[in-house]
């Protein structure tokens, strides 16, 4: 069965999205992209939300 994960990333720094991606994928789950959500007013992001899979037995918890 193939699992989602959805991380927001309140702070969206160089530092803030690589920690993200290698806490999550060390604990198995696979980059699968990254979304922003802009702000009118500013060309910087305002947060951004990290997406990991990973595929899983039926009936096993995600953790």
Known sequence: MLMYKVIEIG????????????????????FDGLQFAMRESSK?????FALFTRETPRGEEIS
């Open 44 to 48: 910087r992001p305002a947060m951004a």
């Open 11 to 30: 702070t969206v720094t160089e530092d803030a999205i690589e920690e993200t991606l290698n806490t999550w994928s060390a604990k198995g789950w696979s």
